[in-house]
């Protein structure tokens, strides 16, 4: 059964004859009635009955007309889809990035979007094997690592890891906090598969000092616990629960941070287009976390 011949058996119970149709079909009559014959015989349906010398739907034929219709518009919709695609649009776009990322970082910037860009989708990023979601279904990766060679892409932003603190706190009345100061206070951190905790880990090490720390296994978690007074949450995600935020350097004056890039495959049919929305994430970013 094909496409073509479903089209002209609507096209005769439109035109309501076989003759009427070759206007529209550009098919001959002879051709016309046979592919017709073809298509009742691959059904098993009697599509039509001759009543006065012309063709009318069997009930059968009325029965099955709105099911070849609907094939008809989903096959034109197919159709220009893949044209769509030949011309590297992208009728949706997913993105894998961390958690927090995604809620602080990505969704915000979906928030601008309009009617004209891709419908976003996202996944949670395997933090053990970043830039292999390009293989699992992700269109756009934003990781923190630098990606490698093979692939395209963008460093995207540098984001604080920050100290946050209840306004009663003696950091409170800051803006910034040295790492061996914040040592000696009670760390509320996320558990070791969060990026803001290796970054936090890593300085740590170096400075080479007792860490009393208690995690949680988000963020937002170890936030509300600070806002509880139980200590000082050490987390890369906006701040909640009227908490206030600190800088936090390291002994040589570094700030501490968290690098995103975006990675994509260069011969994504996509890419021009990736490349755009990264690009427009990289200024988002930007826009929305450098201080005026």
């Known amino acids: 059964m094909e496409l073509r011949t479903i089209g002209y058996f609507v096209a005769v119970a439109d035109a309501g004859s076989v003759s009427a149709a070759t206007q529209i079909?550009?098919?001959?009559?002879?051709s016309l009635s046979r592919q017709?014959?073809?298509?009742?015989?691959?059904l098993g349906l009697e599509l039509f009955t001759r009543r006065?010398?012309?063709l009318v739907l069997a009930p059968a034929g009325r029965q099955f007309l709105p099911a070849a219709r609907e094939l008809l518009v989903r096959a034109e919709a197919t159709r220009a889809a893949a044209a769509q695609i030949r011309a590297g649009g992208l009728p949706t776009l997913t993105v894998a990035a961390p958690?927090?990322?995604l809620n602080d970082v990505v969704a915000p910037f979906f928030a601008t979007w309009g009617a004209e860009d891709p419908m976003p989708r996202v996944q949670a990023l395997n933090a053990a094997d970043e830039y292999g979601d390009l293989d699992r279904g992700a269109d756009l990766v934003i990781g923190t690592r630098?990606?490698?060679?093979?692939?395209?892409?963008?460093r995207v932003a540098a984001l604080p890891v920050s100290a946050y603190v209840r306004p009663d706190h003696p950091l409170a009345g800051r803006v910034e906090v040295l790492l061996d100061e914040l040592l000696a206070h009670e760390l509320l951190v996320p558990t070791p598969d969060s990026h803001a905790r290796r970054a936090f880990d890593a300085a740590a090490e170096r400075?080479?000092?007792p860490v009393r720390l208690a995690e949680f296994s988000t963020s937002h978690v170890a936030q509300a616990v600070a806002a509880a007074g139980r200590g000082v949450a050490v987390v890369s995600d906006d701040p909640r629960y009227g908490l206030r935020q600190l800088a936090?350097?390291?002994s040589a004056g570094e700030a501490l941070q968290i690098v995103l890039h975006a990675a994509w495959q260069p011969h994504h049919h996509g890419a021009r287009q990736i490349a755009a929305v990264a690009g427009r994430l990289r200024r988002f970013v930007r826009e929305r976390y450098t201080p005026a």
């Open 248 to 250: 936090i350097r390291t």
């Open 146 to 154: 630098p990606p490698p060679e093979t692939l395209a892409g963008m």
């Open 207 to 209: 400075a080479g000092l």
């Open 36 to 42: 017709l014959r073809q298509l009742e015989k691959e």
């Open 99 to 101: 958690p927090v990322t």
């Open 52 to 54: 006065d010398g012309r």
């Open 25 to 30: 079909t550009h098919v001959t009559q002879p």
